[in-house]
């Protein structure tokens, strides 16, 4: 295994090993400190990222693409007020192909383009799954933040279950017909294992927590650096923070602006996941491009 994966590994087990000595109540606290620092601090690059991609000869100039940025934010959160459960279940599909993507893109699955896509989409879709499942009445209640719906236990059930055939049906497809794929099979599976553990033992948002910011979130900041600025080390990371502390500024002030508001209101939570996902929609499309950029690069 490679050093980054044992640390994500340790890292993991520490984060377990955490839930024996945290109450909730602090286990979400310090879930939300590393979601607002690393977490945040991993999308607040898009533009540099979609004007890396386009290019210096484009015809998108910065603040053209800082517009369309927020609008597409804008339009997000919009569709949040109004339509809050569509929106909600296109930020779990943005996110769950989101995740997938992250995670096995750098692997080189020997497969066709959409057999990959698909199982990107389904893997992240399986994580979510198994977070929602050990964290039901959680899952619920903010389900009926969000969108004032009453989500039945079963639907979880059902929905983890038909993702779990789905996911099950590609890994054995993907073993039989790439070799690569079949060489790191256990090791994925010894990942679930471990994923099973941690949300099974751990809140809702301690358990996204640790997945978010040591699976997601720093392998996703290591693959930005290096796109960037070719390389991952002290000074192109302290150039990184530079130019996203802007952006990642923003954010806090208008997550703490919210939390001010309603600090005494169930509703901060729903607003919370909303941010969240509004951010995710562009986030989501603009490392998409970037993955499409760097394997364009690598064939030149």
Known sequence: MSK????????????????SFLTGEFEILLGFFLIFTFGILHGSNDILLITK??????????????????ITVLLAVALFIYTPMLGLLLFIIFS??????????????????IIKKTYFFIYGGFILMLLFVFNKKEVIEIVKAIADYNLDETIITYTFSFVALCFAIFTLILT???????????LELFYLLLFCIIFKVSTLIWGFTIYFIYWHSLPSLNDQIH????????KT?????????????????????VYYIFKNENIFYAIFFSFIAAVTF?????????????????YR
């Open 4 to 19: 980054n994966v044992n640390i994500k590994i340790l890292s993991s087990f520490v984060g377990l090993w955490l839930t």
């Open 176 to 186: 039989l017909n790439s070799k690569r794929f079949r060489h790191n099979v256990l």
């Open 227 to 234: 796109f960037i600025y070719g390389e991952c080390n002290k």
């Open 53 to 70: 991609v386009k290019g210096e000869t484009s015809k998108f100039s910065f603040p053209k693409i800082l517009t369309v940025y927020i």
């Open 282 to 298: 562009p986030h989501s499309i603009v490392i998409t491009k970037m993955f499409k950029q760097k394997k364009r690069n690598l």
């Open 237 to 257: 990371i302290i150039r990184y923070c530079k130019n996203a502390v802007i952006y990642w500024a923003i954010s806090l002030i208008g997550i703490a602006g």
């Open 96 to 113: 769950a192909f989101h995740f997938g993507e992250q995670h096995w893109m750098n692997q080189n699955i020997q497969a066709v383009e």
